[in-house]
């Protein structure tokens, strides 16, 4: 699996997780470029699972004051790919050279939660805090800010 670009499908309507997913997918092709560098490696694990934590927390937050109804099971999904990722980290420090699975696994996960659970939650957040940035950044004098620091 090679790199993987941007495409509609993949949005889901709201430019702040856009963006974070975004970001989330850069760090998977950083990940191809240097599958076998095990000091690029180390930084890229490191980032994916810090910003997937926060990347979560902030969707997981975003579903419970939109509303949606289906939090729970979607954090499930979230923190069983959090264990996921873990395993490789430990499978890494033990030696093993996982970077081919570990990418393909990210991306394969990646795309396919983007467009079906996260693709679900969509229409409660927009019927909540509206589709722009303009009105996310109103929440920032909130809980956003607690979560992303304004
Ligand atoms: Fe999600």
């Not at 850069?26 to 910003?51: Q, S």
């Not at 954090?75 to 050279?97: M, Q, S």
């Amino acid at each position: 699996m090679a790199h993987v670009e941007w495409f509609d499908d993949l949005s889901v309507g709201i430019e702040a997780i856009d963006k974070q997913h975004q970001r989330l997918i850069e760090y998977a092709n950083k990940l191809y470029d240097n599958l076998h560098d095990r000091e690029l490696l180390a930084g890229v694990l490191a980032d994916t699972i810090e910003y997937t934590e926060s990347h979560f927390g902030f969707e997981e937050t975003m579903m419970e004051e939109s509303g949606y109804p289906y939090l729970r099971a979607h954090k499930r999904i979230h923190d069983l790919f959090i264990r996921r990722v873990a395993k490789y980290k430990e499978r890494f420090l033990a030696g093993e050279d996982i970077g081919e699975e570990l990418h393909d696994t990210l991306v394969r996960w990646l795309v396919t939660h983007i467009k079906s659970e996260d693709a679900n939650y969509s229409a409660s957040m927009i019927a909540k805090f509206g589709k722009d940035e303009a009105m996310l950044s109103k929440k920032k004098k909130g809980w956003f800010a607690r979560l992303f620091g304004g």
